[in-house]
């Protein structure tokens, strides 16, 4: 069995949408997914775009992907990288696919010169968080995320609230 990790490209475009469709399903969040191939393609391939994709192959069968950017710490005066999206088909997990992804996003960061490199997972995905913690990855629990989306970003931005 052979692991591939490679750096996406345009035509990829509709397999990464696939992925983000299962992984919505998985994540029982399948309705809030409203991006197009042509979305996708456009938001990781355009050219002033900040994200960027892999797409891990197992014997040339892809099997998941990940998003990533860019991000930057004041605290630490250096770039990190976050990871948006990891997935691999339930088919393939345990498999070693998700490990050498994270194993990638990792050698990106350090290449660039990151101080960390960072990402969120649903509190309720227990296999996710024993798989990120048996890495050495630990949880950041003073910290809540908070999101504006939508209809109350768009509200938010006119000064209706």
């Not at 010169?113 to 997972?121: A, F, K, M």
Request: aromatic share 12%.
């Amino acid at each position: 069995m052979t692991i591939q990790i490679r750096d996406a490209v345009q035509e990829d475009a509709a397999l990464i949408h696939t992925f983000i469709t299962e992984l919505a399903t998985y994540e029982n969040a399948a309705h809030e997914v409203v991006a197009s191939v042509a979305d996708v393609e456009q938001s990781l391939f355009g050219s002033d775009t900040p994200a960027r994709a892999l797409i891990c192959s197992i014997d040339g069968e892809p099997v998941g992907f990940a998003v990533y950017f860019y991000s930057y710490s004041t605290w630490l005066g250096r770039k990190g990288l976050y990871l948006e999206d990891l997935y691999v088909s339930p088919n393939h997990r345990g498999a070693g696919a998700g490990k050498q992804i994270l194993r990638r996003l990792a050698q990106l960061a350090v290449e660039h010169g990151c101080g960390r490199l960072e990402w969120s997972v649903l509190d309720w995905n227990e296999p996710a968080i024993q798989f990120y913690k048996s890495l050495g990855a630990e949880p950041q629990d003073e910290w809540i995320r908070y999101r504006l989306a939508g209809d109350t970003l768009e509200r938010f931005a006119r000064g209706d609230s």
